[in-house]
Structure formats: C-alpha cells, structure tokens
C-alpha cells in the first residue's frame, strides 16, 4: 500500500458504499488500482477502468470522454477524477450511468486551491469563489451545486458534505457527492455519520438488525 495515498478517503468511500448495500462497483479513472485493491479487501466486487492501465489486475481500458467505454455496474466511484475532465463530458457520463442502471454515484471532489496542472477545474462553494479569485487571480470554477444539479438532472438523489479528513484539516477541504437513485436512509444521515467509523459501523449494525426484525431474513 502506498503511504501517500490518501487512505481517510478510501475508508469514507467504503462505508458510504457499505451504507448503501452496494455490492458491485467501478472505480472510473482509477490511476493505478490501489482503491480497487482496497474494495475488494472489503468484500466488494470491484473493478477499475482508467485511459492508462496501470495494473491490468484491477483496471480496463475506458476514456471518460467516450462514456460508452465505461463499463456498468451497481454503483461508480469517482475519486479526485471529474477535476482533470472538461465540464462538457460530465453530463454526457451521468446519462451513460442513468440510462445504464448504475443506482448510486460517489465522487470525491477538491474544493481547495491546487497547483496540479492538469487540473481542468476545481470544485468550490459559490460562497467561496469570489474570495479564491481575489486571493489566486482567476481559477478554473466548478461549483459543487453545478455538479449537483447535472445529477439531479437525471433523477438522481443527491447529498454533498466535506470528507472526513476534511473535518480534522478544513484547510484542504474535499467533499464528497452522493448520488443516488434509490431513496435511501444514508443519505440523509450520511453528514452526520461520516465524521466517525464507529458510527458507521453501529449504524450498519442497526440496520442488519432492523431489517431482519422487519422481513424476517
């Protein structure tokens, strides 16, 4: 595993994923599959595709540009990906997982200043905006609600909250995007039961239990 991936981010994406009852996902643009590998440890039937195979192990080919390459599965993940995509290829990708059958939708966006140069845009509040562009000249702005609105454009049920590590370091705030199509409980807790994994594990408890009681399964 390598030290400088960032891993308060893999686990925040496993538990929303686990949240969700996923058991298939894609990670889209998935560099060199370290969160595929980490998915799969956790018991998900998980895949990667990227436009470089870096490890053919866990990744196939797609370009997110075409979005008929990306394969379809239960859920997708984007993790710091929609920030090197020009914004007219997001909404292209969002109908490709509509009209494909993908149920839920997890992006990790920065909403920080980067200096990485094949950033197309960064993801900021609007609130926001005014004051970067004061501060650093002119930035490439993708506000997080424009990217909420693409989604719910297609029907999805969307909810957006800073990661995890964003809570312990606000100064290199990222946040998270869940996009779903089933009405789902997480996503109305998922603010509040993000901010710790013993949370979420009580939650998943609860709810195995509940649903047991519930359909006697």
């Known amino acids: 595993m390598r030290p400088d991936y960032d891993w308060s981010e893999a686990w925040d994406i496993y538990w929303m994923l686990k949240c969700l009852g996923v058991r298939e996902v894609v990670d889209v643009g998935c560099g060199n599959g370290e969160l595929v590998k980490y998915l799969r440890g956790g018991g998900f039937r998980a895949t990667g595709c990227d436009i470089v195979i870096?490890?053919?192990?866990?990744?196939?080919?797609?370009?997110?540009?075409?979005?008929?390459?990306?394969?379809?599965?239960?859920?997708?993940?984007?993790?710091?990906?929609?920030?090197?995509?020009?914004?007219?290829?997001?909404?292209?990708?969002?109908?490709?997982?509509?009209?494909g059958g993908v149920k839920h939708i997890v992006i990790v966006a920065p909403g920080h200043i980067s200096s990485d140069p094949t950033h197309v845009c960064n993801c900021f509040t609007p609130s926001m905006e005014g004051i970067l562009e004061g501060k650093f000249g002119r930035v490439n702005v993708c506000s997080v609600k424009e990217l909420t609105d693409m989604l719910k454009e297609f029907g999805y049920t969307v909810r957006q909250f800073p990661d995890s590590h964003s809570i312990e370091a606000p100064w290199s705030l990222d946040y998270i995007v869940i996009a779903s199509r089933v009405k789902h409980l997480t996503l109305r807790l998922a603010p509040w039961i993000m901010s710790s994994g013993l949370a979420f594990w009580l939650f998943l408890k609860l709810m195995k239990r509940l649903r047991r009681r519930l359909f006697r399964v």
Request: aromatic content about 14%; glycine content about 0%; hydrophobic content about 35%.
């Open 54 to 99: 870096e490890d053919p192990r866990a990744c196939t080919y797609c370009d997110i540009t075409k979005p008929e390459t990306v394969p379809i599965a239960e859920a997708w993940v984007f993790q710091h990906v929609l920030e090197h995509v020009p914004k007219e290829s997001w909404k292209p990708l969002f109908k490709r997982a509509y009209e």
